[in-house]
Nanobody, 116 residues
Framework: VHLVESGGGLVQPGGSLRLSCAVS????????LAWYRQAPGKERELVAH??????TDYASSVKGRFTISRENVNMVYLQMNDLKPEDGAVYYC????????????WGQGTQVTVSS
């Protein structure tokens, strides 16, 4: 599975961005697609995920502001509204397989900066 993120950039506090993740390869082996983020000096953290059935879940810090969605089987999005400076980070897309022994696939990341 190969993942490529896009859509990051510089936005003012209160603004919006939509991140995209293009998924290719053995897409039918994917169980969960997720967005993570990592700010400088901090650990990578789960932001949101969506499973094969379309169920979603969010970190408490983004609930009500971010929305994860999936288009067909090869695109996943993260709509981010009311962005705060603390949302600034590199955002990564991750695919977890239905097969427990398969390694997770990660994208290269896209930078989101929230600043006035």
């Amino acid at each position: 599975v190969h993942l490529v993120e896009s859509g990051g950039g510089l936005v003012q506090p209160g603004g919006s961005l939509r991140l995209s993740c293009a998924v290719s390869g053995n897409i039918f082996s994917i169980n969960v697609l997720a967005w993570y983020r990592q700010a400088p000096g901090k650990e990578r953290e789960l932001v949101a995920h969506i499973n094969r059935g379309g169920a979603t879940d969010y970190a408490s810090s983004v609930k009500g502001r971010f929305t994860i969605s999936r288009e067909n089987v090869n695109m996943v999005y993260l709509q981010m509204n009311d962005l705060k400076p603390e949302d600034g980070a590199v955002y990564y897309c991750k695919a977890a397989s239905v097969w427990p022994d398969d390694p997770d696939a990660w994208g290269q990341g896209t930078q989101v900066t929230v600043s006035s």
